[in-house]
């Protein structure tokens, strides 16, 4: 008879336990997360940090009766030992990771943090505790030291690399990629090789989703990007300018030295002005030299990117020659627009070489084009 007074007595107390965590702290705790003008505690009702430590507390009342328990069979005792104490173990891991997605929201809403990967991270945190949590549990259920567990898991760790291999791969990966800060979400990235070209979604402890250009999503495997090269465009959109790297194809049948009549007529574009002057002059040999239209044109180019406001003056702005090939000699525009945004910048691009084009034949320049099939008969009769 006392053994089934004991076992009422260890059930009134696990119902009163509970009654006292829910009905009564529970209500208070609520209360008065809601009374405070913040907003961060309200995070440990979302993630529910405050009714899993209620949960933990009829266990541990459980737990700390035990020992004054005499009247139950020994055996009975320490199954009822064993499944309490699984229990606390299980309801600890909960908080743990609990309290883990608390520090997570809170590090989304830090302005420092919110772009670094540390999804991955508090993934990598949570499986370990998982590890830990399940080797103590085997322990207490088979009554074996945790050490001899280890050692066993030790012995099958050829197998277990094999089973979790892209797991293992995504921590040390997700790890790698936090700490020295090679992605971030809201990156823009491109990988040719998975022809992925967006912006990265999410950063989990396997794998990085990213949401191309086209809309569609990507998938790619966190260790991919250690093990291979990707491009990261988040320096040039910290940088405030994005690059400009365009070249105008000139056909070389067109490029010339400068007449007089060219020379005066070109005088009249102001912002070349200060050029003509200060090369139509005597050379040391005492012969004047002879400007191109190509030269002035490069002139033109340059003085005409400088005046333009939508373009950075502190970056390298420039207009330079490349190698001539057969279909032309290049000459690129090299400058940085204001501006990263896509379609801005393609504006940008768009009027400055709409503005060239158009004023090409004011030096007697022309753009190469592939000849059409009735030209090049005609070019082929001579």
């Known amino acids: 008879m006392d053994m089934y007074i004991q076992i009422i007595m260890l059930a009134t107390l696990v119902l009163v336990s509970y009654v006292v965590s829910f009905f009564l702290i529970l209500p208070i705790v609520r209360k008065f997360i809601e009374a405070t003008p913040t907003k961060t505690d309200d995070l440990f009702l979302k993630r529910p940090v405050v009714t899993r430590t209620l949960h933990l507390l009829p266990c541990l009342a459980l737990f700390s009766a035990l020992p004054y328990v005499d009247k ?24 743990v990771c609990a309290l883990l997605d608390v520090f997570e929201d809170l590090s989304s809403l830090n302005e420092k943090m919110q772009n ?16 830990v949590s399940l080797i103590l549990v085997v322990s207490l259920v088979t009554g074996k030291s945790a050490v001899l567990i280890l050692s066993a898991l030790g012995a099958a760790a ?11 791969l ?14 971030r979400k809201g990156d823009w990235i491109e990988i040719e090789r998975h022809q992925t070209d967006g912006t990265v979604l999410d950063i989990t402890l396997t794998s990085i989703k990213v949401k191309n250009w086209d809309n569609t ?20 959109l910290d940088s405030k300018g994005r690059r400009i790297k365009r070249s105008l194809l000139i056909d070389l049948k067109s490029v010339h030295f400068l007449s ?9 574009i102001k912002i ?36 333009n406001s939508k373009l950075r003056s502190d970056m390298t702005m420039m207009t330079r020659q490349r190698q001539p090939t057969p279909q032309g000699l290049p000459l690129e525009i090299y400058a940085f627009t204001r501006t990263t945004d896509w379609v801005p910048y393609e504006n940008i691009q768009s009027d400055i070489f709409d503005h060239l084009i158009a004023f090409i034949p004011e030096f007697g320049l022309k753009l190469y084009q592939y000849p059409s099939y009735g030209e090049r008969v005609s070019s082929a009769d001579y």
Request: charged share 15%; glycine share 6%; aromatic share 10%.
């Open 116 to 131: 670094r990967p540390l999804h991955g991270v508090f993934q990598a945190v949570k499986l370990s505790l998982f590890c």
């Open 217 to 236: 999503i990507s998938v790619i495997p966190a260790y991919d990007l250690i093990t291979n090269s990707f491009k990261n465009w988040r320096g040039m």
């Open 170 to 183: 995504g921590v040390v990966s997700g790890l790698q990629i936090n700490l020295s800060d090679l992605l």
């Open 158 to 168: 050829t197998v277990l690399m094999l089973i979790f291999r892209d797991s293992i």
């Open 260 to 268: 007089s009549e060219e020379m005066e007529h070109l005088s009249h």
């Open 72 to 95: 139950i069979d020994s055996f009975y005792l320490d199954l009822l030992s064993r499944g309490v104490s699984i229990l606390i173990i299980l309801n600890v891991y909960a908080i």
């Open 272 to 307: 070349i002005e200060p050029y003509l002057k200060q090369n139509n002059n005597v050379g040391e040999e005492g012969k004047v030299v002879q400007l191109t239209n190509i030269g002035a044109f490069r002139a033109y180019c340059n003085a005409y990117l400088k005046s």
